[in-house]
């Protein structure tokens, strides 16, 4: 089976702009959660969608958002970029949810400058 | 929510050492404790899991304790090897169930000196 993919793996853009991040899971698999990745903070869960529906929520501000397509695959949208949203912003899929194995992508890299 | 701690942050050990990494959580509800292994500049891999119906589980020199009642759950890694160098996250899901989400701890950053 083909692993979670993402799109693009690297991004720069300017405190203001919009960003759209791509996230395709392993065949099969129906949930696709996304995590924020910074060296301070590790780990933080944004969200979580599962059948086309977001199913849980994290800690973050509106500006973070994200919808899932009838064939699982996921976006997130960050508008209204700031600084401190430069980080490694990575998705994992798994077959029904978190209680479940989940495999990561390999990430996309976010800079604002 | 549910809180997870990790310590240590850091640990370094000799070659063939055993290295230990201990969290605990805070949502007694919680019942699904996977560990992740990323190396640098790769994404986390899923490494070992444990369910909250099992004290202990095994694979090959890696193994997951977890003790309900405490609230707390180790990772044991035995005869260590330098490819082991990479930092380890712990993660409980929160309010238990599949329609939970994971909470990790801040990880641990291991290495391993031939």
């Known amino acids: 089976k083909a692993g979670v993919t993402q799109t693009p793996r690297y991004l720069i853009k300017t405190r203001g702009q919009q960003v759209t991040l791509s996230c395709s899971p392993i065949?099969?698999?129906?949930?696709v959660s996304w995590y924020q990745q910074t060296p301070g903070q590790g780990l933080q869960f944004l969200f979580e969608y599962f059948s086309e529906t977001q199913r849980n929520k994290g800690n973050f501000p509106g500006r973070f958002s994200g919808r899932q397509f009838s064939n699982s695959r996921s976006e997130m949208n960050v508008s209204t970029l700031e600084l401190g949203d430069s980080a490694l912003y990575l998705c994992?899929?798994?077959?029904?949810?978190?209680?479940?194995?989940?495999?990561f992508g390999p990430g996309t890299r976010l800079t604002v400058t | 929510g549910e809180n997870v701690e990790q310590h240590p942050s850091t640990l370094s050990v000799q070659e063939g050492d055993s290295a230990v990494i201990k969290c605990t959580y805070s949502d007694s509800a919680s019942n699904y404790f996977p560990w992740y292994k990323q190396e640098l500049g790769k994404r986390p891999q899923l490494i070992i899991d444990i369910r909250s119906n099992v004290g202990e589980k095994k694979d090959q020199r890696i193994a997951v304790t977890l003790n309900k009642t405490a609230k707390h759950f180790s990772l044991h890694i035995t005869e260590t090897q330098p490819e082991d160098s990479a930092v380890y996250f712990c993660?409980?899901?929160?309010?238990?169930?599949?329609?939970?989400?994971?909470?990790f701890g801040k990880g641990t950053k291991l290495s391993v000196k031939p």
């Open positions: 993660a409980a899901v929160e309010d238990g169930g599949s329609q939970g989400n994971l909470i």
């Open positions: 994992a899929s798994s077959w029904q949810g978190a209680s479940y194995e989940q495999y």
């Open positions: 065949s099969g698999h129906r949930s």
